[in-house]
């Protein structure tokens, strides 16, 4: 995250009213921060945009926002071109560009474009399906505590999908991912339990249940089907996302030039959040 220390008093004042929701103060401090050139406030303004928070919802005018900090390489600014390029707001649908602006967010380490990148991946959508690569992205962010990544692993894992098939871990997935009341897993994990899709094989002196599949059709259960077949796309703003590629420019903001390596819900400043719950 970044330190807002060094930042004009302004920012700083804007950032706090953003996160008490006095969008109107917020607006009125950070512009003129925004439009002396500081890529956060710049962000921040341009979330406000495309949420209408204070302002008229105007796509053309958050995209002018985003698109000088997503050129500079700052990943919450990449991800948020993802998000409007996958959605088509303000622009056509172009999920190859999306996928662009994801993979150079989520090669800085912003958690929700590495989901997206791997559900991408999984799904074929804006590059070709690749499932090996599916699971590399989704780990990524499971292993920063992103829920849907967790769970679509635990899909994978039921399905063989990318990975060897293991009921085991898959279960063992689902009832993590249901604790922290994640519905869908609840669901999931219940019908397995239900239709005797795993069986408890309890042994003297072991630590935990071994499951293993009790239905010999792989085709038999619509259900198995189930995975989140959304990215996410929550709009990121302010902090937190001052990681940099190369300020080499293109004719996109995310085109593969500037990268240094080969239901939409809102993240206030300096936050990280799971989203595309479907």
């Not at 990318?162 to 922290?180: D, H, L, T």
Request: charge should be positive; proline fraction near 3%.
């Amino acid at each position: 995250n970044t330190n807002i220390d060094y930042k004009p008093v302004a920012y700083r004042d804007g950032i706090t009213a953003f996160n008490r929701q006095n969008f109107e103060l917020a607006f009125s401090l950070l512009e003129p921060v925004a439009k002396n050139g500081d890529m956060d406030a710049q962000i921040t303004i341009g979330v406000m945009y495309l949420k209408g928070f204070f302002v008229a919802r105007d796509y053309a005018k958050a995209l002018g926002w985003f698109k000088p900090a997503a050129e500079k390489g700052f990943a919450l600014a990449q991800s948020n071109m993802g998000m409007m390029y996958l959605s088509g707001f303000g622009v056509g649908k172009n999920p190859a560009e999306s996928f662009k602006c994801y993979r150079l967010a989520a090669e800085q380490g912003d958690t929700t474009s590495q989901y997206n990148i791997g559900v991408m991946y999984r799904d074929g959508q804006g590059v070709a399906q690749d499932m090996k690569k599916a699971v590399l992205w989704l780990k990524k962010a499971a292993k920063k505590g992103h829920v849907a990544g967790v769970f679509n692993l635990g899909v994978l894992y039921r399905d063989g999908r990318g990975v060897e098939q293991n009921y085991e871990k898959a279960a063992r997935i689902f009832r993590a991912v249901s604790e922290k009341g994640f519905s869908i897993a609840y669901l999931d994990l219940g019908l397995a339990h239900l239709l005797g899709r795993f069986r408890s094989a309890r042994t003297r002196g072991s630590r935990a249940a071994t499951w293993t599949p009790s239905w010999t059709s792989r085709g038999s259960w619509a259900w198995r089907r189930r995975s989140y077949r959304r990215t996410s796309t929550s709009i990121s703003s302010g902090r937190g996302g001052r990681r940099r590629g190369s300020r080499g420019r293109a004719s996109t903001p995310c085109s593969s030039g500037s990268a240094r390596s080969p239901e939409t819900m809102m993240t206030s400043p300096g936050t990280t959040t799971v989203s595309g719950v479907a």
